[in-house]
């Protein structure tokens, strides 16, 4: 290291090109500051190594205790799955899973709530990715799309409405789902693209006729199975419209 051989005074932040002492506000530094010199230029202070933790979002911290609780559920079911196993599997301490929930049940409804809006999601992608008036290719991206996105998580699914109760009869005729089949089937009259005169009870009759193919054990394990089942509710749904299938 080449030895320092002056040391000089400087006016900070009002010398010509000097920089800005650390500890001082533009508008306001103006006190002399002694800056050691070598011959490769002058000696600069280390900049700090420590930057203050970031913390997450509540909502993020949330959803990472859902997924590691989701993880442990389906490896291991939800009696044998502990708090801390939990609360391990998200990386922070046992007292942050009370902050969110406030029990293994609670997660679990959770769980429900978030595999439901998923789904929900992967619906509206689907039809709003379609023209306006594609009423027919709307309905049966509709089918398509909700019957994928049981089929995805089939074992998620059986572990949150099926093998774990308490789950209501009310899901299978009050849900989002329904709910957006409902908006779709009314919209869709109201244009003359098809005629229903009670969308609500058409919306309930598809979605449960849906969910109860799709809730079969081993249904559509392999691609060919899973492509011919979803044609098959397409179909099904059309038809159910009074729509020409496209697979008679």
Sequence with gaps: MPAIIAVKSVACCLISRAPQCATCLPATCTGPIPRAVNESGPVLPPANPVSKPRTKPPEERRDELMTAAERLFLEKGL????????????????????????????????????????????????????????????????????????????????????????????????????????????????????????????????????HGVVNRPGIGETPAARAELLRGLEGHFLRGLGLPSGID
């Design 79 to 210: 009696e044998q799955t502990t708090i801390e196993e939990i609360t391990t599997g998200a990386g922070v301490a046992k007292g942050t899973f009370y902050l969110h929930f406030s029990s293994k049940a609670d997660v679990l409804q959770a769980l429900r709530a978030r595999f439901v809006q998923g789904v929900l999601d992967g619906i509206v992608a689907a039809v709003e990715g379609l023209r306006h008036e594609d009423w027919r290719g709307k309905l049966a991206a509709w089918s398509t799309a909700c019957a994928t996105g049981y089929l995805d998580a089939a074992g998620l699914h059986h572990l949150a409405f099926v093998a774990a109760p308490p789950a209501t009869r009310e899901g299978l005729s009050r849900n989002i789902l329904i709910d957006h089949l409902n908006e779709l089937l009314a919209a869709g009259a109201g244009e003359n693209a098809w005629s229903v005169s009670d969308p609500r009870f058409t919306a309930v009759f598809l979605f449960n006729a849906l």
